[in-house]
Nanobody, 124 residues
Framework: QVQLVESGGGLVQAGGSLRLSCAAS????????MGWFRQAPGKEREFVAA????????VYADSVKGRFTISRDTAKNTVYLRMNSLKPEDTAVYSC?????????????????WGQGTQVTVSS
């Protein structure tokens, strides 16, 4: 199965930036899309961004559009999430996910494999 490991989380002041990384391990890596989701205490896990692996098309949640950028390195089987102009509302555990089959990329149930998550805390 695909194993995903996130890194790059931490504590940052409002207005600052962080870059999250998600490394995928598989003997033969092949996915339809990779996505980033986040979950804050007391809230449902929500979609942040996704990238279609084959074509590189990206999708963003309205709350992060213009501030976050998702990208991929196919040679390294790695997906990144560059987060700029961070707000306290961005505080959450950020998880990377891999979707094998085609279709919707904005909902958690659509993804088969998940990383353990990395904490992002934005102070005011």
């Amino acid at each position: 199965q695909v194993q995903l490991v996130e890194s790059g989380g931490g504590l940052v002041q409002a207005g600052g930036s962080l870059r999250l990384s998600c490394a995928a391990s598989a003997r033969a890596f092949s996915v339809y899309a990779m996505g980033w989701f986040r979950q804050a205490p007391g809230k449902e896990r929500e979609f942040v961004a996704a990238i279609i692996w084959g074509g590189g098309s990206t999708v963003y949640a309205d709350s992060v559009k213009g501030r976050f950028t998702i990208s991929r390195d196919t040679a390294k089987n790695t997906v990144y999430l560059r987060m700029n102009s961070l707000k306290p509302e961005d505080t959450a555990v950020y998880s990377c996910a891999a979707k094998i089959s085609g279709g919707y990329v904005t909902t958690p149930p659509a993804y088969r494999y998940w990383g353990q998550g990395t904490q992002v805390t934005v102070s005011s």
